[in-house]
């Protein structure tokens, strides 16, 4: 999954117009925030609009509940799809010359997992998620991996951003004071 976050390049701060400047370290921040987002969402049984993820077949259902585990749709049926999930690349975007935000890419592990019986291999967790984001000719899809572009994550993404600026404002503001005295 790849998102892109644009930010502008001047804020608002009360009644100052300042310049945002935004770190790599600090684009980690907001995605290590939006990968813990997805991933409660997920454990939630939710798709990235808010609805519900699709019932599992009764032949799945059985299945879990043979091998121990709840029949509720979350996608974990050992934890370690989302388990692997990571940020995978973070960088900044310089858009003709001018900062335009960042980019970042988070997704679960290509290694190849053990069964869960320990006999031979699984398919990689990225592939096992590609699948149940986007579905099959046997199963319907259950988009999880990726944030919508309205609503209370959209809107925390923006409230970490705000705050950070206003920690980058008050550092600044504070060198500028001890330099006049």
């Known amino acids: 999954m790849k998102v892109k976050i644009d930010v502008p390049d001047m804020y608002f701060m009360g009644d100052h117009k300042i310049p945002f400047k935004f770190t790599l370290k600090q684009s980690k921040e907001v995605a290590n925030f939006v990968l813990s987002a997805i991933r409660l969402r997920t454990q939630k049984g939710k798709q990235i609009n808010g609805r519900l993820f699709a019932r599992y077949s009764q032949g799945y259902k059985k299945y879990k509940q043979k091998h121990g585990r709840n029949s509720k749709v979350d996608l974990t049926f050992t934890g370690a799809m989302l388990g692997s999930m990571a940020i995978r690349r973070a960088q900044l975007v310089n858009e003709g010359g001018r900062f335009g935000g960042f980019k970042v890419e988070i997704?679960?592990?290509?290694?190849?997992?053990?069964?869960?019986?320990?006999?031979?291999?699984?398919?990689?967790?990225?592939?096992?998620?590609?699948?149940?984001?986007?579905?099959?000719?046997?199963?319907?899809?259950?988009?999880?991996?990726?944030?919508?572009?309205?609503?209370?994550?959209?809107?925390?993404?923006?409230?970490?951003?705000r705050e950070m600026l206003k920690v980058q404002w008050e550092k600044a503001n504070k060198k500028r004071k001890v330099i006049k005295n």
Do not use: E, W
């Open 107 to 161: 997704g679960p592990s290509a290694a190849q997992m053990p069964t869960y019986k320990g006999k031979g291999t699984r398919p990689p967790n990225n592939y096992i998620a590609y699948l149940l984001h986007y579905g099959t000719a046997d199963m319907p899809p259950r988009p999880f991996l990726g944030i919508p572009k309205s609503g209370k994550v959209s809107k925390d993404v923006a409230i970490i951003m």
